[in-house]
Nanobody
């Protein structure tokens, strides 16, 4: 199994940037497919971006494409999400998730491992 821990959330003004990090511990010899989701209270968890175990395949939600960049550091066992041009609609709690399969599925129910989440608030 793998444990995930997010960091880097906070308060930022609209148009600003934040960088989230997801650190993996435990069974890190296996490079898990990893994704970022976000959730607003009372709404379903929404896929944001995903990256495969090698770091060569990435997928983005249409709402963040061109503004967010997901990347992997295989040595440090971290997956980062660089978020630029933030707007109020990006305000949410952001979660890191991992799964054993190579595929990047956008349905949250298909992901096995989750972090505790880190809050992001964008002021307009």
């Amino acid at each position: 199994q793998v444990q995930l821990a997010e960091s880097g959330g906070g308060l930022v003004q609209a148009g600003g940037s934040l960088r989230l990090s997801c650190a993996a511990s435990g069974r890190t010899q296996k490079k898990y497919t990893t994704a970022w989701f976000r959730q607003i209270t009372g709404k379903e968890r929404e896929f944001v971006a995903g990256i495969d175990g090698s770091g060569s395949v990435t997928t983005y939600a249409s709402s963040v494409k061109g503004r967010f960049t997901i990347s992997r550091d295989t040595v440090a066992n971290t997956v980062s999400l660089q978020m630029d041009s933030l707007n109020a609609e990006d305000t949410a709690t952001y979660y890191c998730a991992a799964r054993d399969s190579m595929n990047i599925h956008q349905a949250s129910r298909t992901w096995s491992y989750w972090g505790q989440g880190t809050p992001v608030s964008v002021s307009s």
